[in-house]
């Protein structure tokens, strides 16, 4: 056991990607040295980065490191909600399950869990294969080369969560918008509030319409639930309904551009599941696992004094748990730096571990495989339209992708 002190070496983080396909290379070298390490923040704060998929997964199941980003101590990659006041706390986007402990998160979770079993997801496959063959048919009676982005990976998962949500995909636009900046970690703070305001505005305003008049999805849902109790929370509403807006559309949407480049780039792989999409889902999970693209979203601060890979963090510290490094851990799996789809894998932490797991799990899986089986069969000699190296790939983005994905066939 080693008792380290904010005098412990430090490294300025985040690091960047040097590879598009692989993470940044001082992720492994922390890794390999089995460091739990001490890093500057860009919002001025210290903290401690996990990298082994062992030492991740002991922290997301720990009540001692709490997901209370109002706590001083949480670790901000931005400077934004550092320079929020108690007044804040009002805020239903902060106040919404991602932030909560036990046991307020527990009842937050399962009111909408049942939103995202794996019947209900069966139920939705027809209108998500729809969907998807409806931009695929735009795609195809189009010019090219075309953006993948923007014919494909990004009004998917958009229509399909607003589909969801009870959302008009007329609006998908300024929620898209809105989004972006809200997740670019250069973005101007100010910006970055507007965002956040116009948000809070527009949902709020379509809970309200929801409450006045509840349809068949799941906001109209959850208002009819909350009435059968006899508790109305309009906070509630609006901060679950921001929450699956933005990580329901965004992640989707970059693992669809990710995942056909890779696959492009892996031919015999992609002929393997042209030739049996039996192994689609397999190679859906291994690309989950390749990219891990949501790279912070296992942070927490200790609530108490914890001892974690042989090292004693003190109380009121911030942590961070690298996935993309635990799923490159060469411990839990062989040459993990390799894109295998027959790998099989599915205990890795894409979509984190523990009581905070991703909600839409099973829904990011359904349509990935839909979208993957659909494209490569109805357009089988599907390419990159300009090279790797010219594609503009979200580094500057708390979820990494793709901007622009140009494609011809």
């Given at each position: ?46 903290a401690w980065v996990l990298t082994r998929h062992e030492d991740i997964r002991a922290m997301l199941t720990d009540p ?205 792989q992609l002929a393997a599941i042209k030739t049996d999409p039996g192994k689609t889902l397999d190679a859906v999970e ?124």
């Amino acid at each position: 056991m080693t008792e380290m002190t904010s005098s412990a070496p430090v490294a300025s983080f985040p690091m960047k990607r040097t590879c598009p396909f692989s993470p940044p290379p001082e992720y492994r070298d922390l890794r390999d040295e089995g460091r739990v390490a001490r890093v500057d923040l860009p919002s001025g704060q210290r903290a401690w980065v996990l990298t082994r998929h062992e030492d991740i997964r002991a922290m997301l199941t720990d009540p001692r490191f709490s997901s209370d980003r109002f706590d001083p101590g949480f670790p901000l990659t931005v400077k934004r909600l550092r320079e929020l006041n108690e007044e804040d706390r009002d805020n239903p986007f902060l106040t919404s399950m991602i932030n909560m402990d036990p046991p307020e998160h527990g009842a937050a979770r399962r009111a909408v869990l049942g939103e995202f079993t794996v019947k209900r997801m069966r139920a939705l496959q027809p209108r998500i294969q729809e969907i998807v063959d409806e931009h695929i048919d735009a795609m195809l009676a189009g010019p090219q080369p075309a953006d993948l982005v923007q014919a494909l990976s990004l009004p998917v998962p958009s229509l399909v969560i607003c589909e969801l949500l009870g959302v008009p995909y007329s609006d998908h636009e300024f929620f898209q918008q809105r989004s972006t900046t809200l997740l670019n970690r250069e973005a101007d703070v100010d910006e970055r509030q507007q965002a956040v305001d116009e948000l809070q505005k527009y949902l709020d305003e379509l809970v309200t319409a929801k409450e006045a008049a509840p349809g068949d999805d799941l906001l109209g849902r959850q208002v009819l639930k909350q009435r059968e109790s006899g508790e109305s929370d309009h906070r509630f509403l609006v901060g679950t309904a921001f929450l699956l807006l933005i990580a329901g559309h965004e992640t989707t949407a970059n693992m669809i551009s990710l995942g056909t480049l890779t696959l492009l780039e892996n031919p015999a792989q992609l002929a393997a599941i042209k030739t049996d999409p039996g192994k689609t889902l397999d190679a859906v999970e291994e690309l989950l696992r390749y990219f891990t693209i949501a790279e912070f979203a296992t942070s927490r601060v200790t609530t108490e004094e914890v001892e974690i890979g042989e090292v004693v963090i003190p109380k009121g510290e911030g942590v961070i748990g690298l996935s993309n490094a635990a799923n490159r851990d060469e411990s839990v799996f062989e040459n993990p730096d390799e894109f295998d789809i027959e790998r099989g894998a599915r205990h890795h932490v894409a979509f984190g571990f523990g009581p905070h797991q991703c909600l839409g799990q099973n829904l990011a899986r359904m349509e990935l495989q839909i979208v993957f089986d659909t494209l490569f069969r109805r357009i089988p000699t599907l390419k990159l339209a300009t090279s790797v190296d010219d594609l503009p790939f979200k580094n500057d983005s708390q979820i990494f992708g793709l901007h622009e994905f140009p494609v011809t066939w």
